[in-house]
């Protein structure tokens, strides 16, 4: 018979990998009640952007784990932990006008005048209007009332 390969974790060689479980700090320091207003304390189980941290990277048991995220969520409702903190990074020097030097596909970039149009802008159809001056304009309105109510109040 062939030999079948086992799957998944391997014999005692890959049980045993040389990394010591890592330790709860409530365990350590003896904590049993997670307090959602001992900021200090819950600040230690959120990332710099205000996430959880999992069980694996904090050391909790399940238990731990699952007072702590209720006592973050209740102190976030309380407004005492941030539900997410902005982390602005600074960017490069593009240099002048914002250049970025690589161009991709669109080739060199030409330092001569602005393109002209090639013809009016849409929606400008001047064909059957015309024009009328200021003076002509202001002459019409002069006689006419805009409401029969006007005519009787001055």
């Known amino acids: 018979m062939a030999k079948v390969k086992k799957r998944g974790k391997g014999g005692p060689k890959n049980q045993d990998r040389g990394r010591k479980k890592k330790v709860s700090v409530l365990t350590s320091e003896q904590i049993d009640y997670v307090d959602w207003k001992d900021v200090n304390l819950l600040r230690r189980f959120v990332s710099e952007r205000s996430k959880i941290r999992a069980r694996r990277v904090s050391g909790n048991s399940t238990q731990q784990q699952k007072l702590v995220a209720d006592a973050i969520k209740v102190a976030r409702e309380m407004a005492l932990i941030p539900y997410a903190t902005r982390i602005t990074t600074q960017r490069n020097n593009r240099g002048r006008d914002g250049d970025r030097g690589d161009r991709g596909d669109r ?26 001056s200021n003076e002509e304009a202001v002459a019409e309105v002069e006689g006419v009332t805009m409401n029969a109510a006007d005519e009787g109040t001055e």
């Open 107 to 132: 080739g060199p970039r030409g330092d001569g005048p602005a393109p002209r149009p090639s013809g009016p802008p849409p929606g400008a159809d001047d064909a059957g209007e015309e024009t009328v």
